[in-house]
């Protein structure tokens, strides 16, 4: 009855063994992780990602100002109405 207890951590997946006599934790062995990329891999990934999401802020920059135009545009409008009722 003296064995150890081995519990396997189910969020991070470490290893715990406890000593069954004195509670005390005898080994805590956390799960190797394998990314499987090398450094430069990751570095070209970031590199990609970085390039993908300034082009989607440059875009909706873009749009911003069309929709400041479109509402400037509107709002001109909307003044040569009142200025001459007659129009309508």
């Keep these: ?5 081995e519990i396997l951590c189910p969020c991070c ?4 063994v406890i000593d069954r006599v004195t509670g005390e934790i ?4 956390k799960k ?7 450094l430069e891999a990751m ?6 990602q970085k390039s993908e999401l300034a082009k ?4 909706n920059m873009e749009s911003q100002k ?3 135009r479109k509402r400037d545009q509107g709002e001109q409008n909307d003044e040569e109405c009142e ?3 007659e129009r309508i």
């Design 66 to 68: 069309d929709r400041a």
């Design 32 to 38: 190797e992780s394998k990314s499987g990329l090398s």
């Design 43 to 48: 570095v070209a990934n970031l590199d990609s």
């Design 13 to 16: 997946e470490s290893l715990i």
């Design 83 to 85: 200025a001459n009722p």
């Design 1 to 5: 009855m003296a064995a150890n207890i």
């Design 56 to 59: 989607k802020f440059d875009k």
């Design 26 to 29: 005898l080994l805590h062995k």
